[in-house]
């Protein structure tokens, strides 16, 4: 599988990720693994969980709840997902399914920690032919 690609920008309280993608359930994955990827080395993560991840929203709070859910699988329950799959993208409702673990502190190092989502500086939309999203994290 190739890795997905995304650019980061760095402020002292924030970091915003944008991706880019041929779909919006493209976009979605890219962000998904953005997060991960900056959070931990994907690298010794296995695969041995699916999670099912449903949000709704509108464009721009599609993206934010996403990404939220996700955080906040990380932060409940522990779970690290690195491999995503989007079932079903339809009107304002997205149903995937995320791959991955739970957080072994021996094998799992956290390289960057995020508090939150920032709601209103979140983005997914459509220009042309490209689809293109921005999460920004509270850091």
Known sequence: MNR???KTVERSSD?????SGKTQSEVLINSAFALFDLMTDLDKVEVKEKISVEVEGVDD???ANWIRELLYLFQRSGYILKEFEVQETHGSVVRAEGSGET??????????EFIGVLIHQCRLG?????WTGQATFEI
Do not use: S
């Open 61 to 63: 709070e599609l993206m």
């Open 126 to 130: 459509k220009t042309g032919d490209q």
């Open 4 to 6: 997905p690609t995304y």
């Open 103 to 112: 957080f072994d502190p021996d094998r799992h190092e956290i390289r960057r």
């Open 15 to 19: 970091l915003a990720v944008k991706v």
